[in-house]
């Protein structure tokens, strides 16, 4: 089955610091990590969207990437046939080199 998971930053406020929320698509599902100085942008979103599928107990690869500066998406691979697309245009061939 497939599954998605969206995380958001929140900044810092009066009463707490700043944070990434992980949530499930069908938002029955939801994990808040502190932010890591530490560490990338990606990869706190990175590991909020781990600590919510090892809470849901789910398991597979997960494939990822930036909607803006403060939400990512992660998604788990498609069955075979199933959603999947390449996409081969000129305009990316051409930038590639």
Request: charged share 15%; net charge neutral; proline share 1%.
């Amino acid at each position: 089955m497939m599954q998605t998971i969206v995380t958001t930053f929140y900044g810092p406020s009066n009463h707490h610091g700043a944070k990434v929320v992980a949530q499930s698509a069908s938002g029955r599902h939801i994990v808040s990590l502190a932010w890591e100085y530490g560490v990338s942008m990606e990869q706190n979103h990175t590991m909020a969207a781990m600590a919510l599928a090892e809470k849901a107990g789910w398991n597979g690869s997960f494939h990822g990437g930036s909607l803006d500066n403060s939400t990512y998406v992660f998604v788990t691979e498609c069955e075979t046939g199933r959603g999947q697309f390449t996409v081969m245009n000129e305009k990316a061939k051409a930038k590639s080199f």
